[in-house]
């Protein structure tokens, strides 16, 4: 499999070699799985197609969210805490 890859170009930095599915002429698809850090490629026949999909996109950090959860928190506490006072 690391042969077929390299021979094509190799792969992207946002490939996902760890999904590589393998078409075969006669329509059956092979899928690269593993076990235990163990590894096992399914074999390239002539004709095939080897796919190497995307890796998911990684949520990033975002700030408002973040800023509107905190404030939001903060709101709340000293809320609650004019309240306590109130009652004393």
């Given amino acids: 499999m690391a042969d077929a890859l390299e021979q094509a170009g190799g792969t992207t930095d946002r490939a996902d070699p760890r999904r590589v599915t393998v078409s075969y002429p006669n329509g059956e698809r092979a899928q690269r799985g593993g076990f235990m850090g163990i590894r096992r490629d399914p074999a390239i026949r002539p004709g095939s197609t080897i796919f190497v999909p995307e890796k998911p ?32």
């Fill in 57 to 88: 996109e990684q949520p990033g950090f975002n700030l408002d969210q973040f800023l509107s959860r905190t404030l939001t928190i903060v709101r709340t506490a000293v809320t609650l805490l004019v309240a306590v006072n109130q009652l004393k």
